[in-house]
């Protein structure tokens, strides 16, 4: 009698598993074989065509890799039960500081999603997945769920927004512009893990709770968490972060300056060039709104851009994540000019601001 192979998996794997089994990672239909994983180093791509441009892999330990190699199914173990398999259809084993180096044009260990993926195993199996329990999806984003309730609002446009921060002055302009644009306005902040020092998910979550229920139409803004790793891929990430809303029934979505980036690995507007790239490589079948940085202008006396204001830098009060968060490390109000007094406040109200 044969000895069912089972595997534990942690906290982020037992998220991707659920997105890919939800299709909230389509047109993934579970975790990456070698072919894929090689197309998607390589060139953002698919061996199917299709444009996807992260590496979405099952790590396991050594003894399961080597137990693998007849193939068949693998039971996939969450805080003891089992939620589902996958079909071991492929193993491989990566170089995994060449491949950090092709996903994000580093392998500096000090960045944290380098750092997070050195960690891992380098040994992979790729296969379908199925998904038999749902006991652990929680508050996990389900694509079905997302499309009926824009559906049910009757929007038939509808601007995706990320996020991983509370709202302040810059991102409350480029959601405006997503409601001036699009029947309805998705507000999906990231609630899985995220460096030490980032903003915790009580926080960005009270931050837009309190932003929607204050300034802006109820009845026109969205807001649900996306159950998921920060990968701090910069350009990369932002197009990921486009086909998750795609599939979560966005026609438009908005990416800005430095989306997904981390201390100076990117360059500003390096998301737009690559989504741009893409767009014209495949169809990504969602409208990218590339949207300049926000800054308040003491001249014009409002939230600007280089696109619509003539003034110098001189006349520029940019909104700076650093400034806000030593002011809030103080317990002080940051400047009213990056981030409204009334989210400022409901922020210093919390317990736990930052990871």
């Known amino acids: 009698m044969s000895v069912k192979l089972t595997y534990d998996l942690n906290d982020e794997l037992l998220q991707d598993f659920i997105n890919i089994a939800t299709g909230l990672f389509y047109p993934l239909r579970g975790f990456m074989d070698r072919k894929d994983y090689d ?9 199917n065509g299709g444009i996807f441009p992260l590496p979405i892999t099952l790590d396991v330990d050594q003894k399961t890799y080597d137990a693998a190699g007849s193939g068949g199914i693998l039971a996939l173990i969450y805080q003891s039960e089992e939620i589902g398999s996958i079909v071991m259809e492929d193993r491989f084993e990566i170089a995994p500081e060449a491949d950090a180096l092709a996903v994000f044009k580093t392998a500096d260990k000090t960045h944290p999603g380098v750092d997070k993926e050195l960690k891992r195993f380098p040994w992979r199996i790729g296969g379908s997945v199925r998904l038999t329990s749902t006991k652990f999806n929680g508050e996990s984003l389900d694509p079905a769920v997302s499309r009926q309730e824009f559906k049910s609002r009757g929007w038939k446009t509808v601007a ?27 507000i999906n902040p990231i609630t899985g893990w995220k460096k030490k020092g980032d903003f915790s998910e009580a926080a960005v979550m009270a931050s837009y709770k309190k932003m929607i229920s204050v300034f802006y139409p109820q009845d026109r803004v969205y807001l649900q968490g996306l159950r998921t790793q920060m990968r701090y891929a910069g350009p990369r990430e932002a197009v990921f972060h486009a086909i998750i809303r795609r599939n979560a029934g966005c026609t438009h979505f908005i990416i800005g300056r430095d989306h997904a980036g981390v201390g100076n690995y990117y360059g500003q507007y390096e998301a737009h060039e ?41 006349e520029r009060v940019e909104v700076s994540g650093t400034l806000i968060r030593k002011a809030f490390a103080k317990g002080e109000i940051p400047d009213a000019r990056m981030m409204r007094p009334e989210i400022s406040q409901c922020l210093l109200e919390l317990r736990e601001i930052f990871l």
Do not use: W
């Open 274 to 314: 690559l989504a741009r790239k893409l767009s014209v490589q495949g169809d990504l079948g969602i409208e990218l709104l590339l949207l300049k940085e926000p800054y308040y202008c003491t001249t014009c006396g409002q939230m600007v851009s280089e696109s619509t204001c003539a003034h110098s830098a001189t």
């Open 39 to 47: 197309g998607v180093l390589e060139s953002c791509t698919l061996k």
């Open 160 to 186: 995706g927004f990320q996020t991983r921060n509370p709202v302040h002055r810059a991102h409350e302009h480029l959601q405006r512009i997503g409601l001036e644009l699009c029947d309805g306005l998705f």
